[in-house]
């Protein structure tokens, strides 16, 4: 089969992984004496709230196994033919810090200056989705005859797939463009724990979807009763939570009360 992938890692480590169930198969098939290649795959997707539309790309730096060297289909999924050169997904652990990949895309023909210049912000926030596999796993269809002749396809087969944003793009020419990629909790301005560890003020919007009130008991700020819609204000206390929802209910109270920490 003619894939030409230009990165090969065969340990992995996942930064916000999707972890399905099958993907003991792979790793059961590389301690075997001679297994098939590792496949990798890309999917680059964009979001409406930075990029103007909901819009997924899938590519891939290799060809199938026709003679005609097409894109490589996986799960149903139709990986265009594009040359990418991607390196640093490995984690040594210990202090260290997260992986920083960088990921290193053809712009021949300009093509990826081109769609920069369509997005209002470039492509900084958008996914990137590391997928792999093995090429005996493969959709039939990427080989002559439609038959794998290296084993059964299986669409659920690969290993725990890797999720990075794009955080900046490092460099661009004629030739090339380079992006850094980061994990979710280690963009610049995200801080974990993202909420506020409070103890005693709700941290929900009054009657909004988290608070899930919606009842006509009325209490002012001070959890006494009124009987106009208008005078309606919860405290943000505890005791402004039982009062609407009962002392004995499952609460969705918006912070967090165990935590002995208190606002002044």
């Known amino acids: 089969m003619a894939v030409q992938d230009l990165y090969v ?13 099958d993907w003991e198969y792979p790793t059961s098939e590389l301690q075997k ?20 539309q909901n819009l997924t790309f899938y590519f891939h730096s290799g060809v199938n196994g026709k003679p005609e060297n ?11 033919s594009f040359p ?10 210990g202090n260290s810090q997260l992986p920083r990949p960088k990921i290193r895309v053809s712009n021949i023909f300009g093509t990826v ?44 087969a690969e290993f725990p797939r890797e999720i990075y944003f794009i955080e900046r793009k490092t460099a661009e020419s004629r030739d090339v463009v ?19 560890c409070i103890a005693n003020i709700c941290q929900w919007v009054y009657r909004s979807t988290e608070c899930s009130y919606t009842g006509t008991n009325y209490f002012d700020e001070n959890d006494s009763p009124v009987v106009n819609a208008a005078a309606d204000v919860c405290g943000k206390r505890l005791s402004s939570c039982q009062k609407r929802f009962g002392t004995t209910a499952n609460l969705p109270f918006g912070s967090f009360p165990g935590i002995g920490t208190f606002f002044t």
């Open 70 to 80: 097409g894109q490589v289909t996986w799960a149903a999924n139709n990986y265009q």
């Open 33 to 52: 004496i001679a297994p098939s290649s590792i496949i990798e795959l890309y999917q680059l997707v964009l979001n409406a709230a930075q990029h103007g």
């Open 84 to 93: 990418i050169e991607a390196e640093g997904f490995e984690y040594t652990g």
């Open 178 to 196: 380079e992006f850094e990629l980061a994990a979710a909790f280690d963009l610049q301005g995200v801080r974990a724990p993202k909420r506020q």
């Open 113 to 156: 200056t081109g769609l920069l210049l369509t997005l209002p912000d470039g492509l900084e926030g958008a996914k990137v989705i590391r997928i792999r596999t093995l090429a005996r796993y493969l959709d039939a269809v990427n080989f002559p005859g439609n038959v794998n002749p290296y084993g059964t396809p299986d669409p659920t």
């Open 9 to 21: 890692q065969p340990g992995y480590w996942e930064v916000g992984y999707v972890n399905g169930d």
